[in-house]
C-alpha cells in the first residue's frame, strides 16, 4: 500500500461558530472538535477508507479566522491547508470526499474538477512534498 495520509484537524477552532452565537463557548465543545468527531465517524464507516487515513486532532494552525481548519499531508505528496469548515454534514461530506481523492492521487494532487467547490473555494495553502533531503528516512 502507498503511504497512508494524515488528515490533521484542528480541534480548537470556533471562531466561526462564536460569531454565529457569542453565547456558545460557555456551553459546547469546539466546533472544531465536532467536526474532527464527525470526520472520525464517517472515514470509520467507509471500507475504502480503512488503513488509508490517519485523523490526527492538533491545536490551532495560526489560520483562526479561516475556521475551522484542516490539512492534509502525507509522504512525497502536496499538503494541503483547508478552512472554512464546520461540523455540518455538507461540510464533513467535502471535506471526507477530497481526503479520498487525495488518498488516491499518487502525488496528492487530486484533478481539479474531482475537488468539491467548498474545498476548491477555501483551500488556504498548497505546500510542495517535503523534501527529501530532510528527510529523517532517506
Ligand atoms: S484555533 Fe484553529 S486555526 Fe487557530
Excluded at 23 to 36: C, D
Excluded at 101 to 109: H, K, M, Q, R, T
Aim: glycine letters at 4%; hydrophobic letters at 35%.
Amino acid at each position: 500500500m502507498k503511504n497512508k495520509a494524515i488528515l490533521q484537524i484542528c480541534s480548537t477552532c470556533n471562531s466561526a461558530a462564536v460569531k454565529q452565537n457569542p453565547e456558545r463557548l460557555e456551553t459546547e465543545s469546539p466546533e472544531g472538535e465536532k467536526l474532527l468527531c464527525a470526520v472520525q465517524a464517517a472515514v470509520e464507516a467507509d471500507p475504502g477508507m480503512e488503513g488509508k487515513l490517519s485523523i490526527q486532532a492538533v491545536r490551532c494552525m495560526s489560520s483562526c479566522k479561516r475556521s475551522c481548519v484542516a490539512a492534509l499531508l502525507a509522504k512525497d505528496k502536496y499538503q494541503f491547508v483547508v478552512g472554512e469548515l464546520d461540523s455540518s454534514a455538507e461540510r464533513v461530506y467535502d471535506l471526507v470526499a477530497f481526503a479520498k481523492s487525495y488518498v488516491e492521487a499518487e502525488d496528492g494532487l487530486p484533478q481539479w474538477r474531482e475537488r468539491p467547490q467548498h474545498i476548491r473555494k477555501n483551500t488556504i495553502a498548497r505546500l510542495h512534498p517535503f523534501p527529501s533531503e530532510l528527510s529523517n528516512d532517506s
